[in-house]
């Protein structure tokens, strides 16, 4: 009976994410209809992320804070990363950069942060500095020191594109659940990592963390926007669902210890190999905590 309903639970999950990512595609008389759900599809779909379970203080038998890297390059990371390009694709399909950016911009994300402790809140405006770069041209110039009015034609605007997002940062908690007797992760904060824009058309310029956002209080919108499944179109993974669910590859940088947070390249310089090593003897430890617990 369990089995049963198990299997019939399994089914409406998936007949419900297929109506969702190709909303009467079928159906449609005109393009216009396509992605468009019927009012019997929005009674039947309560679309909303799956809540966090509260967790007291009191079960938390061991944590570690860690932060993670994930490489846009890495072909596991794609989903997060395409599409830079939305002149030629649909309105359906957004990378994970444009999708925070927009729900910036129209407040739907109200808390974004200047660093990972989620210390000074900032605004819009206070981090377009880090989004912009607007020059003049040497035309220009010229143009001001004769007292003339500076033409448009003579300013260059360089704006941070989806296609400039190189990594994204993430830090989250792994906890020991003692209720549940299992290792968890609980993700708390992530960062679109891009090239400093006021040297961004360097060769190597530095990467720089652009702002970051506190992931609770993007869930929402992160669950209604959908990343593309490569093994099934009809089927897609909100990016939610991709970030808590872990479906990227992505190492350790850095992890909370008693020399200030320190980063991994700040104790091992200068060679990529030992920072990798040492990124996964941090995971391990943490991952033995788990199985150490059953060993007599």
Do not use: C
Request: net charge negative; aromatic share 12%; no cysteine.
């Amino acid at each position: 009976m369990k089995l049963k309903s198990f299997l019939l639970t399994v089914t409406a999950v998936f007949a419900v994410s297929g109506m969702f990512a190709q909303a009467n595609i079928l159906n449609a008389k005109s393009p216009e209809e396509i992605g468009v759900r019927t009012e019997e599809q929005r009674e039947i779909d309560n679309d909303k992320p799956l809540e966090y379970g509260y967790v007291d203080d009191r079960d938390i038998l061991f944590s570690k804070m860690t932060w993670e890297k994930i490489v846009l390059d890495e072909r596991a990371n794609f989903p997060l990363y395409y599409p830079t390009d939305t002149n030629n694709i649909g309105n359906d399909r957004r990378s994970l950069y444009h999708v925070l950016m927009k729900n910036i911009e129209n407040g739907r994300i109200e808390n974004i942060y200047d660093d990972s402790y989620f210390t000074a809140k900032r605004t819009l405006k206070d981090i377009e500095a880090a989004l912009v770069k607007i020059d003049t041209t040497e035309l220009g110039i010229e143009q001001l020191n004769a007292g003339e009015a500076l033409s448009p034609e003579y300013i260059n605007r360089r704006d941070i594109t989806a296609a400039d997002i190189k990594e994204y940062h993430i830090k989250g908690l792994w906890y020991f659940d003692k209720r549940q007797a299992e290792m968890k992760y609980r993700l708390l904060g992530i960062a679109p990592v891009a090239p400093d824009v006021n040297f961004i058309d360097e060769p190597e310029p530095d990467l720089v963390p652009l702002f970051w956002v506190f992931f609770p209080d993007a869930r929402e919108v992160l669950h209604e926007a959908k990343s593309f499944n490569n093994q099934n179109s009809s089927i897609p993974f909100s990016f939610d669902h991709i970030l808590n669910a872990r479906r990227f590859h992505g190492y350790i940088f850095k992890e909370e210890n008693v020399q200030e947070d320190r980063q991994i390249s700040e104790y091992i310089s200068q060679n990529a190999l030992m920072q990798l090593l040492e990124s996964q003897r941090i995971k391990d430890r943490i991952r033995d905590f788990e199985l150490d617990m059953w060993t007599y």
